[in-house]
């Protein structure tokens, strides 16, 4: 099956609040593993449900996975909450939603997160550095919230309007016949 693409800025389903998951049936292990994939793929270090189009509270995060041989160990989080957060880190995040930009964000240095794995059993996490970024990253995204929201006004409307030119440009290009197309035409 092709992967499912990652929904992009300024799509309005990543600013929907998601839904709490209830029970964890066969579709939403499927789920998770389509994210992984997506995950690995692009790559990135961390997903969300939602930037799949699909609103329930479900994560992915790698942070270990940096190059293609590495080794994989994915955590799977169901309905992860932070229950303790404490410190404050800065650091230059990107997002596989938010094409092209990066930018500094201050979040908790660490964070203490409970939620439950795919086989329901609970999970209590202490994270610190990158994985508690990582994790805070994530868990925003199931608020509707995105890294372009914790940054300064300025930055994110000169984002917004770099943004709105990339996809106009984008439009522009799709309605008008490429020098190729004419040459077959
Ligand atoms: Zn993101």
């Not at 839904?19 to 790559?43: G, S």
């Amino acid at each position: 099956m092709p992967l499912r693409p990652v929904l992009q800025f300024p799509d309005r389903r990543l600013r929907e609040v998601s839904k709490p998951i209830e029970a964890v049936t066969d579709e939403i292990r499927a789920l998770a593993q389509d994210m992984l994939d997506v995950m690995y793929d692009e790559p990135g270090i961390g997903l969300a449900a939602p930037q799949l189009g699909f609103p329930v509270r479900l994560i992915v995060v790698d942070v270990g996975w940096t190059e293609e041989d590495a080794e994989k160990s994915p955590r799977v989080l169901v309905n992860p909450e932070i229950v303790d957060a404490e410190g404050k880190i800065t650091w230059n995040e990107g997002c596989l939603s938010v094409p092209d930009f990066q930018a500094d964000v201050e979040r908790a240095e660490r964070v203490r997160l409970r939620a439950t794995d795919l086989d329901g059993n609970p999970l209590e996490i202490e994270a610190s550095g990158l994985e508690a970024v990582c994790f805070q990253h994530e868990i925003d995204h199931l608020d509707g919230v995105l890294f372009i929201d914790r940054i300064s006004r300025l930055k994110r409307s000169m984002y917004v309007r770099k943004r709105m030119k990339q996809l106009r440009e984008e439009r522009d290009d799709a309605a008008s016949p490429t020098s190729e197309d004419a040459r077959q035409g």
